[in-house]
Structures are given as C-alpha cells and as structure tokens.
C-alpha cells in the first residue's frame, strides 16, 4: 500500500520560504495525481491548497502565485515550495494521492477523491 510522508515544515518568519516534501515508500508517483492540503490550527477542515496530475498543477485562489507544486526527478516524490509566508498559512500540510483514473484526469481540491494520506508537517509562521 502506498505510504506518504511529509517533512519540511518548521517555524519561519513571515515573508519567508519552505519547500515541503512528500516522499512516497516503495511506489513511484508517476501514476498518481498528488494533492496537498492543510488543516488550520483548531480547524477541522481541511483545505486543499494545490494538486498535481498529468493534466497540469492547480491552486487554490488562497495561495495562487506564492505555492508550487512539482514531481521531484527521482519520481516518487512531489513537491511544495512556498514564498512570501503569512501567518494564516500557519497549518499542518498534508498530502495525499489517489491512482488516475484515466489520462489527462484533472486533479481537484476536495479531500473526497484521495485515497492515500500522509501524516502532515507543521508550518508556523511567526508575524
């Protein structure tokens, strides 16, 4: 089974810049589509922040021009950089990742479709 895991959370300054990680074990991700969501603190829902499929990447308007999700080159790993922090995306990130369906599958950003989850990074972002 699939097996995700995050890391490259941490406390940092707002303004500042993190690059998530999210490593699959035994598996490349070639043939999923890999989504990362955050959960705020005392929040209990999740909000999807960005995906990738071989469609393209997609973001949520919250973080549109500041995130960017890409495949690592060793394939079984994706990526979140993200630049100009701000205390409200203080959260714990997650990603998840589901088996395309088909060719051309347009990633979304509900928590729905996923199947596989990691165990999340926390950011804290200081102001």
């Known amino acids: 089974q699939l097996q995700l895991v995050e890391s490259g959370g941490g406390l940092v300054q707002a303004g500042g810049s993190l690059r998530l990680s999210c490593v699959a074990s035994e598996f490349t991700l070639d043939n999923y589509a890999v989504g990362w969501f955050r959960q705020a603190p005392a929040e209990k829902a999740y909000e999807g922040v960005s995906c990738i499929s071989d469609s393209g990447e997609y973001y949520a308007d919250s973080v549109e021009g500041r995130f960017t999700i890409s495949r690592g080159n060793t394939k079984n790993t994706v990526y979140l950089d993200i630049s100009d922090l701000r205390p409200e995306d203080s959260a714990k990130y997650y990603c998840?990742?589901?088996?395309?369906?088909?060719?051309?599958?347009?990633?979304?950003?509900?928590?729905?479709?996923?199947?596989?989850w990691g165990k999340g990074t926390l950011i804290t972002v200081a102001s």
């Open positions: 998840a990742a589901l088996i395309r369906p088909r060719v051309g599958y347009v990633c979304y950003l509900g928590v729905a479709p996923y199947d596989y």
